[in-house]
């Protein structure tokens, strides 16, 4: 453990990605909960990668603050999915939410933002409550692999997060989506029931589509534009915007 406000050097943050690189998830876990914890927080959208990452923590220290960034947007099956967890393994994962509520918001801009300012959207119902919610914590665990998109793949075990003022922790980074459903499956993990309809990356209702079989996993997020990201992990340098 850590004492509170203590900064890693970005030498020892390179060293000990280097050396955790070719371990599991769990003992990347337990480095990160060694470190950090009570200061350590992980942020979950209830996909299969969060949910893994959940089982195991429950098993390492069940105690961490786990959080969802409720936009107001999500489905109805993922946020009972959270029940499904809390049941499960004891942990409430917390919601954090924007400071408008949906019907303020969309009054506001005038109507929804999601179809035609998405990036602003995610800006004021993600980002933001995030960097409100970091508030006090040294590090952070994010459920990301670097098979999925650009920006994921630029990732390492552990980084530093300018954008959140955070060590970022990524202990699934070199995993693939046959070792996550492995996983799901040889421990029984509960999983978002979308996933089973065609749905394999699911996030707002508004910007997730589901797939068709063989496409690619993030295909169905903002589809028909460009934008694969929310910016919750999009890489941002020192002094940098990288929404």
């Given at each position: 453990?850590?004492?509170?406000?203590?900064?890693?050097?970005?030498?020892?943050?390179?060293?000990?990605?280097?050396?955790?690189?070719?371990?599991?998830?769990?003992?990347?876990?337990?480095?990160?909960?060694?470190?950090?914890?009570?200061?350590?927080?992980?942020?979950?959208?209830?996909?299969?990668?969060?949910?893994?990452?959940?089982?195991?923590?429950?098993?390492?220290?069940?105690?961490?603050?786990?959080?969802?960034?409720?936009?107001?947007?999500?489905?109805?099956?993922?946020?009972?999915?959270?029940?499904?967890?809390?049941?499960?393994?004891?942990?409430?994962?917390?919601?954090?939410?924007?400071?408008?509520?949906?019907?303020?918001?969309?009054?506001?801009?005038?109507?929804?933002?999601?179809?035609?300012?998405?990036?602003?959207?995610?800006?004021?119902?993600?980002?933001?409550p995030l960097?409100?919610?970091?508030?006090?914590?040294?590090?952070?665990?994010?459920?990301?692999?670097?098979?999925?998109?650009?920006?994921?793949?630029?990732?390492?075990?552990?980084?530093?997060d300018p954008?959140?003022?955070?060590?970022?922790v990524n202990?699934?980074?070199?995993?693939?989506?046959?070792?996550?459903?492995?996983?799901?499956?040889?421990?029984?993990?509960?999983?978002?029931?979308?996933?089973?309809?065609?749905?394999?990356?699911?996030?707002?209702?508004?910007?997730?589509?589901?797939?068709?079989?063989?496409?690619?996993?993030?295909?169905?997020?903002?589809?028909?534009?460009?934008?694969?990201?929310?910016?919750?992990?999009?890489?941002?340098?020192?002094?940098?915007?990288?929404?």
């Amino acid at each position: 453990m850590i004492a509170a406000g203590f900064r890693l050097t970005d030498e020892a943050i390179a060293a000990a990605s280097r050396q955790l690189q070719n371990d599991t998830p769990q003992v990347i876990l337990r480095w990160a909960v060694e470190t950090f914890h009570p200061k350590l927080m992980m942020a979950t959208a209830f996909g299969a990668e969060g949910c893994c990452i959940m089982h195991m923590l429950a098993e390492i220290e069940p105690s961490v603050r786990v959080i969802n960034l409720e936009t107001g947007y999500q489905f109805p099956e993922t946020l009972a999915l959270r029940e499904r967890i809390k049941e499960r393994y004891g942990i409430e994962v917390e919601y954090i939410y924007p400071e408008q509520t949906v019907a303020e918001y969309e009054a506001e801009h005038g109507g929804p933002l999601y179809g035609i300012r998405p990036d602003q959207c995610c800006f004021d119902r993600k980002i933001t409550p995030l960097k409100k919610a970091v508030v006090g914590y040294d590090a952070w665990i994010s459920a990301i692999r670097g098979d999925q998109t650009d920006h994921r793949k630029a990732a390492r075990v552990v980084q530093r997060d300018p954008k959140f003022g955070l060590i970022k922790v990524n202990p699934l980074l070199h995993w693939t989506k046959k070792e996550v459903w492995g996983f799901v499956f040889d421990h029984g993990v509960p999983y978002n029931p979308l996933h089973d309809h065609g749905y394999p990356s699911i996030g707002c209702q508004p910007c997730t589509d589901a797939v068709p079989e063989g496409g690619d996993e993030r295909d169905g997020r903002w589809a028909g534009t460009r934008k694969k990201e929310c910016g919750l992990h999009v890489i941002e340098h020192e002094g940098g915007s990288g929404i």
